[in-house]
Every structure is written in structure tokens, then in C-alpha cells.
């Protein structure tokens, strides 16, 4: 099971519109694949405390258990991964321990490319995550409405779907 988490709280997402192509892609592939979508899926702000025993917290720890890889869609904001991935990750980290994480960023410009390390290094600190060099990242300009009008962005989320299902089917069969 790959699981995308698309992070972004905004109506007009653009960064859901990349999630629900990486998505198409890998279930092209006859991938078993599940789009999770934060708008739809309210989380608590972690506390450090009671937030993790919240029912919505304990069925994401579950889910995110069972998954083989992650993807994270979010926007960028202020040269980082929005507030709600990285709460997302704060209420569920110890779950996402030794999986494959793809990322997927959507951004207002492109000084910003390197705003997936932060998270990536935590992951890769904290939980021994194995990150996927090849990240998607892109501005507004090349998505129009649900379309991604830029095909070299499309051909990055292909190499994604390659990227993700090719290691965590490779990390899968090691165990």
C-alpha cells in the first residue's frame, strides 16, 4: 500500500492536483494506492500529549503502519513544507519508522526548490525513513485549475510513481 497525504488546507490547492496525478499514476500501474486529503481529514495540533490519542491520530498511525510508502503533497510556504505536513508527521512520525517517503511540492516561485530538506532530514534523522532523491517540485504557473499544464512536471511524477514503487517493493521483499 502507498499512502499520498496531500497537506494542503486550501480550497484551490495546487498541491492536491500533483497528489491526485501521482495517485492516477500509480494506480495505472495497478499499485494499491490511497489518496488521503487533509481538508477531508482533520487533525488536531499536536500537543505532545493528548492530540495522539485522538481517534482520527490512532486510525493514521494504523494506516500509515501498514503502508509499504508515503508521499507527501504540500505547498510551500515561508521556504518550507506547510504547518499541516509537518503536524501530520509530529502526530504520526514513530509509524512512518523505515519507510519509503516521495514528496511532491508546489510553490509560488522557484527560489524555494530546497524546501523538501528540512523534512526530508527529519525523517531520515528521526525516523530512519528512506527518502526518494527525486521530489516533484513546481509553481503555479504550471498548473491551470486541476490541470498540470508543464510536461516536463508530468514526467517528473511518472519517474516518482517509478521511484517509490520500485524501492518500496525492493524494501519490501528484504524484509
Not at 502526530?91 to 512512518?96: A, D, E, F, M, N
Not at 504557473?141 to 510513481?161: N, S
Amino acid at each position: 500500500m502507498i499512502l499520498v497525504f496531500s497537506c494542503s488546507l486550501n480550497p484551490g490547492s495546487r498541491s492536491v492536483v500533483l497528489a491526485r496525478a501521482l495517485r492516477d499514476e500509480l494506480a495505472a500501474r495497478d499499485s494499491n494506492v490511497e489518496l488521503i486529503d487533509l481538508r477531508e481529514t482533520p487533525l488536531p495540533l499536536c500537543d505532545g500529549a493528548n492530540s495522539y490519542g485522538d481517534a482520527t491520530v490512532v486510525e493514521l498511525n494504523e494506516r500509515v503502519s501498514a503502508a509499504d510508502a508515503i508521499v507527501v503533497a504540500a505547498p510551500v510556504y515561508n521556504f518550507d513544507v506547510n504547518a499541516a505536513a509537518k503536524n501530520l508527521v509530529e502526530l504520526t512520525g514513530r509509524s512512518w519508522t523505515g519507510k519509503v517517503v516521495g514528496m511532491l511540492l508546489a510553490a509560488g516561485g522557484e527560489g524555494s526548490y530546497m524546501s523538501a530538506m528540512g523534512l526530508a532530514n527529519s525523517l531520515m534523522l528521526d525516523f530512519r525513513c528512506i527518502v526518494v532523491p527525486r521530489f516533484v517540485y513546481t509553481t503555479e504557473d504550471k498548473i491551470d485549475g486541476d490541470v498540470i499544464t508543464e510536461p516536463v512536471v508530468r514526467e517528473r511524477i511518472v519517474q516518482l510513481a517509478d521511484d517509490v514503487s520500485r524501492l518500496s517493493t525492493a524494501l519490501k521483499r528484504a524484509e
